[in-house]
């Protein structure tokens, strides 16, 4: 089945970097769609950036933009999300999804989480 794993969460700074990774295994992942959320303490879960299996479109949240960059590493089945010059209201559980089809709005697997704490 498909597994989501994702890894590279910590506590940092603000102002600090944090590259987070998200290993999938389970299938092929061709034509799929890969993105990033997160869930802020007593918040709902919120979209943070997304990007295509096989590369090229970047897509973020607004609260991330310049900041943040989605990445995929086909080789190796892993997307990652570099962090740069975090800010506390970052703190959040992030995870890791994948959709079958990039245009649905829908992900079908979801990672079970890392958790980001940025301290001020």
């Known amino acids: 089945q498909v597994q989501l794993v994702e890894s590279g969460g910590g506590l940092v700074q603000a102002g600090g970097s944090l590259r987070l990774s998200c290993a999938a295994s389970?299938?092929?992942?061709?034509?799929?769609?890969m993105g990033w959320f997160r869930q802020r303490p007593g918040k709902e879960r919120e979209f943070v950036a997304a990007?295509?299996?096989?590369?090229?479109?970047?897509y973020y949240a607004d609260s991330v933009k310049g900041r943040f960059t989605i990445s995929m590493d086909n080789a190796k089945n892993t997307v990652y999300l570099q962090m740069n010059s975090l800010k506390p209201e970052d703190t959040a559980v992030y995870y890791c999804?994948?959709?079958?089809?990039?245009?649905?709005?829908?992900?079908?697997?979801w990672g079970q989480g890392t958790q980001v704490t940025v301290s001020s």
């Open positions: 389970g299938r092929t992942f061709s034509g799929y769609g």
């Open positions: 999804a994948a959709k079958s089809t990039f245009a649905t709005l829908v992900y079908d697997y």
């Open positions: 990007t295509r299996w096989s590369g090229g479109s970047t």
